[in-house]
């Protein structure tokens, strides 16, 4: 009966029994549930200035309960309630010009004024959301009193999230004496209320031992309640923990899972998590299109390693066409917040020319930027700017700092060329024992050069005591990675059994080994040993094949033997004029 009687008067235009009508359709009190019918007399209320209903209405739309959803009109209804002092709707419009919903252009200052609107009517989510831009200083001055204030209105209605954001203050001291007791206290009492929020920041304490001993077991527990109410922030901290076995056994499927749930929600960090766990096969299989795809994703946030590692993609053609162009447009974004690694790469880029104009100036530029953030690589490549002149000054004694500055990181490379600066004065008072002492802890980062200058010391007697012994073992070393001086020599002390035993056949391996990479003296020494039959059969061909190498090298003692063989006919046909032009060739460097 009394449904039929709210019909008669909702029908002539009656507000209240228009409410009254929803109310019953809504509680299913003598009619059939309807949101289709709900909405219709929202709207007749509406239509008739009713501001709970225009509010009611705007919500149906906002969220598509019972009419397709619909923000734009969602806004059209929060004004017209929120212009009749209706809070909820002011407290909704304020979100609506935040995050840029209905059509409208994000307005931080707009927010500001609707959330005031309603907080001045006590709305405690306004509070909180006003203490917020009072907080971080969006749309209005930053002001940690006025945040704090708002923070504890709200909190004195319960409101879950302004006690939340209260224990965030106490945590990081905005507006109040730091305290990480209250800060715990009041993570403890919101998180208690429901707050999602309040339970991960309770946790983050724990797991960074803010206010309490480091405790992942609980860190992990309160991650995974946060994370299972859909918390981005929580899943992405929940994977982390999975990934590095803090608070559980180290799984790095798990970890995969819950960064793509955050990252399925929009959480920069968690993006950047995906595109690493693609692009190293870290608890998927590897994928370097997918890499890109997430890495893409939080770069347009602004997140700024994937920018980086975006330029990366880009720069090798990992996962994407290689582009130089986009990749120095990613280093750039990425190194304009200051990443030093991008920093030097854009600097690469410039060197290079790849991607931008080519410019030694703006090279050294962004390499310094870099050096000057600790980057080593980046000191050892402004070491060698300044060595050369390349984008600054020629200055041997600026190349000399950045490559100690490098040097003292472990980087080997400026190691070592710390080491020849000191070996040969340049931009530093010449000092062999600082030499010795930086050769030395290069070669022992299996620097290849270093091992040989190394090697030289201990054999001639330099800065040390002569050890050959000791000179061998630095030669081998140097020589198995390629270095062709020190196969020389190696071979040289096989041949006259300087410490080592004499042996023949290693010093033909190692001579043909140098001899192979065109040395010169090693091709001679060939030619000698094969002349002479000196561990070997006797073989002028083989003899005069190397020392004709060696001979077009310009090695004199070889063009000499090589016209003795000429002269005489050893090793191929007798032919004096090959041989006076090989002796004509000798006697011009002094050989007689």
């Known amino acids: 009966a009394a449904v039929s009687w709210f019909e008669k008067a909702a029908g002539l235009g009656n507000a209240a029994a228009q409410l009254s009508l ?51 009109a969602a806004l059209t209804w929060y004004e017209k309630a929120a212009a009749q002092g209706h809070e909820w709707s002011q407290f909704n419009l304020g979100v609506f010009y935040d995050l840029g919903y209905g059509g409208l252009e994000p307005d931080k200052e707009k927010a500001a004024e609707w959330y005031a609107k309603s907080a001045e009517q006590g709305f405690s989510d306004a509070q909180v959301n006003l203490g917020n831009c009072y907080l971080y200083g969006d749309g209005v001055a930053q002001d940690l009193n006025k945040a704090v204030g708002l923070f504890r209105q709200a909190a004195a209605q319960n409101n879950s999230k302004g006690i939340c954001q209260l224990g965030v203050c106490y945590e990081d001291g905005m507006g109040v004496e730091q305290d990480y007791g209250k800060a715990l206290e009041l993570y403890s009492e919101a998180s208690k209320k429901g707050s999602r929020k309040a339970q991960y920041n309770l946790s983050m304490c724990y797991f960074y031992g803010k206010g309490v001993d480091i405790d992942y077991g609980r860190a992990f527990e309160g991650f995974e309640k946060a994370a299972r109410q859909g918390l981005d922030a929580a899943q992405y901290q929940l994977g982390f923990c999975y990934e590095n076995g803090k608070g559980v056994e180290k799984d790095l499927q798990k970890a995969a899972k819950w960064y793509e749930k955050a990252a399925e929600q929009g959480d920069s960090d968690a993006e950047y998590a ?84 080519q410019s030694d100036t703006l090279a050294a530029e962004w390499c310094r930027k870099a050096a000057e953030q600790g980057l080593a690589q980046a000191q050892v490549n402004l070491g060698i700017f300044y060595e050369r002149g390349t984008g600054v000054e020629k200055s041997p004694a600026q190349a000399a700092v950045w490559y100690e500055k490098a040097a003292g990181q472990g980087h080997v490379d400026a190691q070592y060329y710390l080491a020849c600066c000191y070996s040969f004065g ?32 201990y054999n001639f007697g330099k800065i040390v005591e002569q050890d050959n012994e000791e000179a061998v073992k630095w030669y081998l070393k140097s020589a198995e990675q390629g270095c062709e001086d020190a196969q020389y020599n190696l071979a040289c002390c096989y041949k006259k059994g300087e410490g080592v035993n004499q ?74 004029v090959q041989a006076a032009k090989w002796y004509a060739k000798a006697a011009a460097q002094g050989q007689m």
């Open 22 to 72: 929803v109310w019953c359709v809504s509680q299913v009190k003598g009619v059939g549930p309807s949101e289709e019918k709900a909405v219709y007399w929202y709207t007749k209320a509406a239509e008739g200035g009713d501001a709970d209903a225009q509010h009611n209405l705007g919500v149906c739309y906002d969220y598509g309960n019972g009419v397709e959803k619909n923000q734009a």
């Open 503 to 576: 042996d023949y056949a290693k010093a033909i391996e190692w001579f043909e080994k140098a001899a192979g990479q065109g040395n010169a003296n090693a091709q001679y020494n060939l030619g000698y040993i094969y002349r002479n039959g000196e561990g070997v059969e006797q073989d002028n061909a083989q003899a005069a094949k190397w020392f004709r190498k060696a001979a077009e090298q310009g090695n004199a003692d070889a063009q000499n033997s090589l016209g003795v063989l000429c002269k005489k006919g050893d090793g191929g046909k007798q032919d004096v």
């Open 274 to 357: 995906m595109g690493l766990c693609y692009d190293f096969g870290t608890g998927v299989e590897r994928d370097a299109a997918r890499s890109v795809m997430w890495y893409e994703k939080a770069a347009l946030k602004g997140h700024v390693y994937a920018q980086r590692n975006l330029a990366f993609c880009y720069k090798d053609g990992e996962g994407v066409e290689q582009d130089y162009g986009k990749a120095a447009e990613w280093y750039r974004k990425a190194a304009e917040q200051g990443d030093a690694c991008a920093q030097s790469d854009l600097g690469w880029c410039y060197e290079k020319g790849k991607g931008v104009e």
């Open 426 to 457: 340049d931009g530093v008072e010449r000092d062999y024992v600082k030499a010795f002492e930086w050769f030395g802890k290069a070669a022992e980062q299996n620097h290849m050069m270093a091992q040989y200058e190394l090697a030289l010391c």
